[in-house]
């Protein structure tokens, strides 16, 4: 059974930073890539971050770019993303999500971040 956990949100002053974490269980980490999400109330959920299984290549989002920083530790079965310099624009439920073979998304429970003074 696949499980992921996040954890590492929480309020924040503009301008601020935040650590996310995501657990991953029930897949072999290293060969899945693995994306952060992220949804506003009354918004879309959006793709922030991403990086791959074999490489570790990344992508972001340009409204993230220079900001946040996707990483992952394949010995520990964990994703991260850094989040500096914070915005209130950045308010949102973050989520955790990989994808198999056959296209079965997987998503965590998410965390929420909310930016404000």
């Known amino acids: 059974q696949v499980r992921l956990v996040e954890s590492g949100g929480g309020l924040v002053q503009p301008g601020g930073s935040l650590r996310l974490s995501c657990a991953a269980s029930g897949i072999t980490f290293r060969n899945y890539p693995m994306r952060w999400y992220r949804q506003a109330p009354g918004k879309e959920r959006e793709l922030v971050a991403s990086i791959t299984s074999a490489f570790g290549g990344t992508n972001y989002a340009d409204s993230v770019k220079g900001r946040f920083t996707i990483s992952r530790d394949n010995a520990k079965n964990t994703l991260y993303l850094q989040m500096n310099s914070l915005k209130p624009e950045d308010t949102a439920v973050y989520y955790c999500?990989?994808?198999?073979?056959?296209?079965?998304?997987?998503w965590g429970q998410g965390t929420q971040v909310t930016v404000s003074s």
């Open positions: 999500n990989t994808r198999n073979v056959l296209n079965n998304d997987y």
